[in-house]
């Protein structure tokens, strides 16, 4: 049974260079932002439009539209979260029958609000990707387009770090560098190694 590792931190904390490094060890991994974006230029474009007239052009969702047309309401973020999240939910599931078909040892599922969804429920363990606050700070709004404002927005939809920490099986630190990273990465794999997955969690 393929041993499921859930892998989330918050924004700037350096997850997608860390998936990248699992990636480079030989493991798959399921990337919920690229299945997002997959959905915005294909199947969920419609519904959006639907829900959020204007934010489609040409066939694909504008995502700078959509984010000020649901930004900071709860409202609209819900009725998006309604229509993206069952889509994201079936390309992860056809992702996992594959790592089984494969015969997989291990597969990373890379969910930026992974606790935030109960998607901790659906694996064996959990690393969390961190740094501290003034790295982070500084590297998100090191970013085009991101102001004090949208970062208190975007925070304000996550779990504080330390939270997250406290509910990590494992941790990696990115404000170490990345071979201090990929160490860390590595040692995660040697600990999991042989370990049998539980199959897949409900949630």
């Known amino acids: 049974m393929t041993f499921l590792?859930?892998?989330?931190?918050?924004?700037?904390?350096?997850?997608?260079?860390?998936?990248?490094?699992?990636?480079?060890?030989?493991?798959?991994?399921?990337?919920?932002?690229?299945?997002?974006?997959?959905?915005?230029r294909?199947?969920?474009?419609?519904?959006?439009e639907a829900a959020f007239p204007g934010v489609v052009a040409d066939g694909a969702v504008d995502r700078t539209k959509l984010s000020a047309a649901v930004l900071g309401r709860a409202e609209a973020l819900a009725r998006l979260e309604a229509i993206v999240h069952p889509l994201v939910r079936a390309e992860e599931q056809a992702f996992l029958a594959q790592c089984r078909k494969d015969g997989a040892d291990l597969a990373v599922l890379d969910i930026p609000?992974?606790?935030?969804?109960?998607?901790?429920?659906?694996?064996?363990?959990?690393?969390?990707?961190?740094?501290?606050?003034?790295?982070?700070?500084?590297?998100?709004?090191?970013?085009?387009?991101?102001?004090?404002?949208?970062?208190?927005?975007?925070?304000?939809?996550?779990?504080?770090?330390?939270?997250?920490?406290?509910?990590?099986?494992?941790?990696?630190?990115?404000s170490r560098g990345l071979l201090a990273a990929r160490r860390q990465v590595h040692s995660i794999l040697v600990a999991l190694a042989g370990r049998p997955g539980r199959g897949e969690r409900r949630g």
Do not use: W
């Not at 294909?42 to 959006?48: D, L, P, Q, V, Y």
């Not at 935030?116 to 090191?142: F, Y």
């Open 5 to 40: 590792l859930g892998l989330t931190g918050s924004i700037g904390m350096g997850k997608s260079t860390t998936a990248e490094m699992f990636r480079a060890e030989g493991v798959p991994v399921y990337d919920a932002d690229q299945a997002v974006h997959r959905l915005y």
């Open 113 to 174: 609000l992974l606790f935030e969804t109960g998607g901790e429920n659906r694996c064996d363990a959990v690393v969390v990707v961190t740094a501290p606050a003034e790295v982070q700070r500084a590297r998100v709004l090191a970013r085009p387009g991101i102001t004090e404002d949208k970062l208190a927005a975007i925070l304000a939809r996550q779990m504080p770090d330390a939270q997250k920490r406290r509910r990590a099986h494992f941790l990696v630190d990115t």
């Open 42 to 48: 294909g199947a969920a474009a419609s519904e959006i």
